[in-house]
């Protein structure tokens, strides 16, 4: 056997160093150090290299965070932490009643745990779960970037109801290769709204206005945002795959969401009214993807990907039928009163719920629960 030369072997050792470190300079080109000033944290999710994304509705930001958490981890520990609320409380030295939870989600990589909340004076704070142990995130310098959004709602903006709209500048939040994704309102006509924002930020920002039929409430829609949306493949072409208040789970094809365009989605469920989806993941079971998805006043929702892409229809007519559902069968799990739910790995999620004794509690379900 020939043999390799050491000097070969420091060569290469070095260039995968060099090109790993390239990597994970790229990724932070534009970040200053410095502490941040955020206002609010309506919504949270991971990019690459351990960057968490904060989504600010208050001061219509995102801010991109280097939490310096980037060691991979493949295979994630089951997470059960009683009385969370409690713990989160005092790990900030206040009080439960506080503290109001806002965003939970998971880093892909290290699978450690993240909680957005807002103290009582509407301070916002970053805490991170590590193993059996909750501690804060200093906001205090930080590497960051921020990019600030464009058409936004003004502070003193409501809708036809009175209520402020400025609080959903910033409905959801998520990373889809290369792009920050985000879901809100605007100030333009039709207020539902679409950003798909290039990272590291630049000033540039796509914005497409989106309508959706609303069977439930038999009209078609433009002002209501997005509540809810993960991103993937149906029948080979990728997808935003989003839900809104009273239940429609709706699909826009990725390609046509362009800077100033008007997109109508197709509505394939109608999920039930009187409920608002609070979270949307993707899971595997048996090698097979499954939507899931957590709400403010039913079970979480289990769809199969399957049965999506087997859905070729649209639903174009009213429900009748009150709090009734149509379109893509789907599976309610029996888990309620989930106030948050994330991928913990491709076969285990984590939820945050509250237990008919008061307690909230962050547990991974069994796996028969998929």
């Avoid at 899971?283 to 087997?310: A, C, D, H, Q, W």
Wanted: charged fraction near 20%.
């Amino acid at each position: 056997m020939k043999k390799i030369h050491p000097l070969f072997i420091f060569l290469v050792a070095g260039a995968l160093i060099l090109a790993s470190t390239n990597r994970h300079n790229s990724v932070r080109e534009g970040f200053v150090v410095g502490t941040p000033a955020i206002k609010s944290i309506s919504a949270m999710t991971f990019g690459p290299d351990g960057i968490l994304f904060l989504g600010d509705s208050k001061s219509a930001s995102v801010f991109a965070l280097d939490t310096k958490d980037n060691q991979k981890v493949d295979k994630a520990s089951p997470v059960e932490m009683k009385q969370f609320d409690q713990k989160v409380a005092a790990a900030l030295g206040t009080d439960v009643r506080n503290v109001e939870i806002q965003d939970l989600i998971v880093n892909p990589l290290s699978k450690k745990i993240y909680c957005a909340v807002h103290l009582n004076n509407g301070t916002p704070a970053l805490l991170k779960v590590d193993g059996g142990k909750i501690e804060a995130v200093s906001l205090k310098d930080v590497t960051f970037s921020k990019v600030e959004l464009t058409n936004v709602p003004g502070e003193d903006d409501k809708d036809q109801r009175g209520r402020p709209t400025r609080p959903l500048a910033i409905s959801d939040i998520g990373f889809y290769e290369g792009k920050l994704l985000v879901s809100g309102l605007s100030n333009q006509e039709f207020s539902s709204t679409f950003r798909s924002i290039p990272f590291p930020f630049t000033n540039k920002q796509d914005q497409s206005s989106l309508e959706i039929y609303h069977a439930a409430h038999k009209k078609f829609e433009t002002y209501a945002p997005i509540r809810t949306f993960t991103a993937g493949e149906i029948n080979g072409k990728k997808y935003l795959i989003a839900s809104f208040t009273c239940t429609p789970l709706v699909l826009f094809p990725l390609d046509e969401l362009k800077p100033g365009t008007h997109v109508k989605g197709r509505t394939i469920a109608e999920m039930g009214a009187g409920n608002s989806p609070i979270d949307m993941v993707t899971m595997k079971k048996n090698g097979e993807s499954v939507l899931l998805m957590s709400n403010s006043s039913r079970p979480i929702f289990k769809v199969k990907y399957k049965t999506i892409e087997e859905f070729q229809g649209s639903l174009t007519t009213p429900v009748e039928e009150s709090f009734g559902t149509a379109g893509v069968h789907f599976v309610s799990l029996p888990i309620v009163n989930v106030l948050q739910l994330d991928k913990l790995d491709d076969t285990q999620f984590v939820l945050l719920q509250r237990r008919s004794n008061g307690d909230l509690d962050l547990y991974t379900p069994a796996d028969w629960m998929l």
